[in-house]
């Protein structure tokens, strides 16, 4: 992550538009909620970015601030490279103190892409779940082509990314100083910083949300604490376990083998593979959406909805999230309490 | 929009972005317009004037026991 100012400066300059929710980024900014990880956050201007002239000036110009940063969304007019805070409350605020400052709105908005940044890289399989996950939980099914996941870096020579939902990072500033929770169960160690020097896995979200950013977020933290043996191991485990059985039960498994993220492997160098995993993820999804509303349609009362053995993957995914949010939270309080059974 | 066409067919527009049925939209808080008033600061209850006896009397108690 390339940005050549403090998030000190930036929160100063937004002060004045939104004083009540800057003081609280400020307060919180590296406060780490239920040992969730850190959220860094790049904002792709598809339009011709006046808005943000006003913002990248007052910072340093756009010399300083955008240029220095190579990566971007190959449509779009600038990248704006926020620096990470302690929680996905902390960036939605941070993101709502910028839209209160430039006057236009950055969630749900098409023309502004938002891609988040979780810390460590994921392994395929992980990234693959990151991606589905990310998918079927969002608030807004949407439709992809190749373009609109093109950015800069597609054939980069030492970092290629292909045009993929997850990238990885291309070794960039990172700040590891957030906190990490290791141990299990009754014993929770917080380390002051991340457990790797480097590595992030970003997911662009398009025309994102704030349920996206705490989806993704928390998505990111289950498998990464079962990636590098964080305090949540257990839980991202079983959630995979679980998200992979959900898969299966809709004949979906076989989308996990497709190349979700571009790693240094050249067999997941095929981007058309991976399109064609996608786009059968959102026939799926798009053709789920249509039966969910026909029911509601057709079926107003409930017991007229007839039985079936499944309630829908989209709904499905829904329950999966709210079940481990949930619990991660629920167990993060009782631990807290001091009582760990 | 995406304009789909096949040959021999009525081209039809399929749309890129649809709400996810499954989500309940979730009304969002309005801003507030000013800090919060801070909370008057609590001044502790007035102790008892025989508490130190009541405390020696326990700890007598408790080597009793």
């Given at each position: 992550m390339s940005y050549r100012y403090s998030l000190e400066d930036l929160l100063a300059l937004l002060h004045s538009r939104a004083p009540t929710k800057v003081d609280a980024v400020a307060l919180h900014r590296r406060r780490v909620e239920h040992g969730l990880l850190s959220v860094g956050l790049k904002i792709h201007c598809l339009g011709n970015g006046s808005q943000f002239s006003t913002l990248v000036e007052a910072l340093g110009g756009a010399q300083k601030i955008l240029d220095v940063n190579y990566y971007k969304d190959?449509?779009?007019?600038?990248?704006?490279?926020?620096?990470?805070?302690?929680?996905?409350?902390?960036?939605?605020?941070?993101?709502?103190?910028?839209?209160?400052?430039?006057?236009?709105?950055?969630?749900?908005?098409?023309?502004?892409?938002?891609?988040?940044?979780?810390?460590?890289?994921?392994?395929?399989?992980?990234?693959?779940?990151?991606?589905?996950?990310f998918y079927l939980g969002?608030?807004?099914?949407?439709?992809?082509?190749?373009?609109?996941?093109?950015?800069?870096?597609?054939?980069?020579?030492?970092?290629?990314?292909?045009?993929?939902?997850?990238?990885?990072?291309?070794?960039?500033?990172?700040?590891?100083?957030?906190?990490?929770?290791?141990?299990?169960?009754?014993?929770?160690?917080?380390?002051?910083?991340?457990?790797?020097?480097?590595?992030?896995?970003?997911?662009?979200?398009?025309?994102?949300?704030?349920?996206?950013?705490?989806?993704?977020?928390?998505?990111?933290?289950?498998?990464?604490?079962?990636?590098?043996?964080?305090?949540?191991?257990?839980?991202?485990?079983?959630?995979?376990?679980?998200?992979?059985?959900?898969?299966?039960?809709?004949?979906?498994?076989?989308?996990v083998d497709a190349p979700w993220v571009r790693t240094d492997d050249a067999e997941n160098g095929d981007d058309d593979r991976f399109f064609a995993a996608l786009q059968e993820l959102v026939a799926y999804a798009f053709e789920e959406a249509v039966r969910i509303k026909e029911r509601d349609r057709f079926f107003w009362k409930w017991r007229d909805i007839p039985a079936r053995p499944s309630h829908g993957i989209l709904q499905e995914v829904q329950s999966l999230l709210q079940k481990y949010r949930g619990e991660l939270v629920k167990r993060s309080r009782l631990f807290d309490q001091g009582d760990c059974t | 929009?995406?304009?789909?066409?096949?040959?021999?067919?009525?081209?039809?527009?399929?749309?890129?972005?649809?709400?996810?049925?499954?989500?309940?939209?979730?009304?969002?808080?309005?801003?507030?317009?000013?800090?919060?008033?801070?909370?008057?600061?609590?001044?502790?209850?007035?102790?008892?004037?025989?508490?130190s006896a009541h405390l020696e009397v326990d700890s007598f108690r408790l080597q009793a026991c």
């Open positions: 190959s449509r779009a007019s600038l990248c704006l490279v926020l620096p990470p805070v302690g929680s996905a409350r902390s960036a939605i605020l941070l993101l709502e103190c910028i839209e209160q400052f430039i006057g236009s709105a950055l969630f749900s908005n098409p023309e502004i892409q938002i891609q988040a940044c979780s810390p460590g890289r994921l392994i395929a399989r992980r990234s693959a779940f990151l991606a589905i996950g969002s608030d807004t099914l949407r439709r992809y082509t190749l373009k609109d996941l093109t950015t800069s870096f597609v054939t980069h020579p030492h970092d290629p990314r292909g045009r993929r939902l997850v990238l990885y990072d291309a070794e960039g500033d990172f700040d590891r100083n957030f906190d990490w929770w290791k141990g299990s169960h009754k014993h929770r160690l917080v380390e002051p910083q991340l457990p790797f020097n480097n590595g992030r896995s970003d997911l662009l979200t398009g025309s994102g949300s704030r349920l996206d950013i705490e989806n993704i977020n928390l998505l990111a933290t289950l498998l990464v604490h079962a990636q590098y043996e964080g305090y949540w191991k257990e839980l991202g485990m079983q959630f995979e376990k679980e998200m992979g059985t959900l898969l299966e039960q809709h004949l979906l498994a076989g989308l | 929009m995406i304009r789909a066409q096949q040959p021999g067919s009525q081209p039809i527009d399929i749309p890129e972005t649809i709400p996810n049925p499954a989500v309940v939209p979730v009304q969002p808080v309005p801003a507030p317009s000013r800090p919060a008033p801070q909370e008057p600061v609590k001044t502790p209850e007035k102790v008892p004037a025989n508490w």
